[in-house]
């Protein structure tokens, strides 16, 4: 498996000002990268999807698997955090 690195410049622009894009209601295509990119409009459509899934999981909807068919999500932490470092 290949190992992921990141280049001293990304490094640098992260640590010293990056402003990630604005999410603006528009999730594709888009990084997460700080909880500044979201507007309270932004996080009402995530926590609506997310208890719009929750209820078809607990439906057992088999219609769910095919909607992260093809999906990769990967979660990238760049600093030690004891509450995440065991989750």
Same mark, same amino acid.
């Given at each position: 498996m290949a190992e992921a690195t990141l280049s001293s410049t990304a490094v640098s622009d992260h640590a010293?000002?990056?402003?990630?894009?604005?999410?603006?209601?528009?999730?594709v295509g888009k990084h997460i990268i700080s909880v *500044?990119?979201?507007?309270?409009q932004d996080l009402d459509i995530l926590f609506? +999807?997310?208890?719009s899934i929750r209820k078809r999981i607990r439906s057992? *909807?088999?219609?769910l698997t095919?909607?992260?068919?093809g999906k990769v999500? +990967?979660?990238?932490?760049?600093?030690?955090?004891t509450r995440t470092d065991m989750s």
């Amino acid at each position: 498996m290949a190992e992921a690195t990141l280049s001293s410049t990304a490094v640098s622009d992260h640590a010293f000002g990056y402003q990630p894009p604005a999410i603006d209601g528009d999730f594709v295509g888009k990084h997460i990268i700080s909880v *500044d990119q979201f507007k309270r409009q932004d996080l009402d459509i995530l926590f609506d +999807a997310a208890t719009s899934i929750r209820k078809r999981i607990r439906s057992q *909807d088999r219609g769910l698997t095919e909607l992260c068919a093809g999906k990769v999500m +990967a979660s990238l932490f760049f600093e030690a955090s004891t509450r995440t470092d065991m989750s």
